[in-house]
Structures are given as structure tokens and as C-alpha cells.
């Protein structure tokens, strides 16, 4: 069965104090790794996709990184309005599967 | 980025009664669309599964003549909550997805409150 398990449940961080998520998963083949940004109240909103260990992908201040076990989720200089829940997500190739399967989030709260 | 509408944000109904949230693609057509329940402070738990023109996979625990799921086009599914409970009440999430491989965009969820 696919797993995913995020680290740390929750993390306060000072403004402009870089930090990294990380998100470890078992999944009999992988399909893809997804990052999403969930606001309270609202749907998640998509980050980024990675299909192959080695692959990063950047957008403003994250940038996410991809191996065989585990994703970073990496937050530069990060600023009030980063605070959200982050959910990490995998899709494996076990039975035809096409759904994802959620970790637990990392609650993240940045301080000015 | 591509948009998925979910409607209505927001809806209050009596027990007994049934409540439809309809989802909608807007830019795109859906191959697969996901229904999720959300508890407070807790992560996305997958209802079921649906392909347009085709009966929706249903988790185990989830009640299918409850939880009635519609997938009539490529742009629309509609989760339809059956004799409502107050346990029903909770925070429902649909997602829309172009092909197996793509990633998942979600609507913006329909808190639901059964009194």
C-alpha cells in the first residue's frame, strides 16, 4: 500500500528564515510526486509535480527536490504570506491506480 | 493554471434531507474527477474516483447509495449527499484531472452543515 508521511506536523519560522519540508513516501512505482498549498477553508492549490528522483522544479521563493524516497519542499526567505498547510501527494502505478495519496501536511507559520 | 469550479461554497441543510455540490472544469475537459472529505485539521480522505460515462469507484467505508456520484460530461461531477446526517457535516473537495499522469487541480471545497 502507498504511504506518505510529512515532517514536521507543524513549523514556525521568522521571516526571511529558510527552512525545508520533507515528505518521505513508499509506492510500489511511482507515477509522480505533487506539492500543494492549502489555505484554511479552501481546496488545495496546486505547486509542482516530479516524476524522477534528481528532478527540482522552482517557483518564487520554493523549490521542491525529488529522490527515491523522499521530496524536500524548500522555503527561501520565506514571508508572511507563505503561511499555509503544505500536502504532499503520490500517485503509484499499482493496480492502474489513478489516485493520489495524501500525507498529513506540514503546517506552516511564518512570523514577521 | 487550469480552473475547477465547485458550487456552492458553502450550504446548511435539515436533516433527512439531500444536498447536491456540483464540480465543474472550466478549462479544460476532465478525464478523472476526485470527491475528498475533509475533517478539521486533518488531511484529504479520497471518497471516490469517477470517469465520465461510467459509474464512480468508491472507497471501502464509503457508502455508494449515500454518497451519490454523478459524472455526466468531461466539465462536470456532481456529489450528491443523501438523507443528510449531522455527522455528514464537513468540508467536501473535489479535483479534475486532464489525464492519468497530470497532476490534480481541486475546487474550492463545500463546507456542508447538517442541523
Known amino acids: 500500500e502507498d504511504q506518505v508521511t510529512q515532517s514536521p506536523e507543524a513549523l514556525r519560522l521568522q521571516e526571511g528564515e529558510s527552512s525545508s519540508l520533507n515528505c518521505s513516501y513508499t509506492?510500489?512505482?511511482?507515477?509522480?510526486l505533487f506539492w500543494y498549498r492549502q489555505d484554511p477553508g479552501k481546496g488545495p492549490e496546486f505547486l509542482f509535480t516530479l516524476y524522477s528522483a534528481g528532478e527540482e522544479k522552482e517557483k518564487e521563493r520554493l523549490k521542491a527536490t525529488l529522490t527515491k524516497k523522499e521530496s524536500f519542499l524548500h522555503i527561501t526567505a520565506p514571508k508572511p504570506e507563505d503561511s499555509a498547510t503544505y500536502l504532499c501527494a503520490v500517485q503509484g502505478t499499482q493496480g492502474g491506480s489513478e489516485k493520489l495519496v495524501f500525507g498529513k501536511g506540514t503546517k506552516l507559520t511564518v512570523n514577521p | 493554471g487550469a480552473v475547477v469550479s465547485q458550487h456552492p461554497s458553502r450550504v446548511i441543510c435539515k436533516s433527512g434531507t439531500s444536498v447536491k455540490i456540483e464540480c465543474r472544469s472550466l478549462d479544460f475537459q476532465a478525464t478523472t474527477m476526485f470527491w475528498y472529505r475533509q475533517f478539521p485539521k486533518k488531511s484529504l480522505m479520497l471518497m471516490a474516483t469517477s470517469n465520465e460515462g461510467s459509474k464512480a469507484t468508491y472507497e471501502q467505508g464509503v457508502e455508494k447509495d449515500k454518497f451519490l456520484i454523478n459524472h455526466a460530461s468531461l466539465t462536470l461531477s456532481t456529489l450528491t449527499v443523501t438523507s443528510a446526517h449531522p455527522e455528514d457535516s464537513s468540508f467536501y473537495i473535489c479535483s479534475a484531472r486532464r489525464g492519468v499522469n497530470t497532476e490534480a487541480f481541486f475546487g474550492q471545497g463545500t463546507r456542508l452543515t447538517v442541523v
Open positions: 509506492v510500489s512505482g511511482l507515477r509522480g
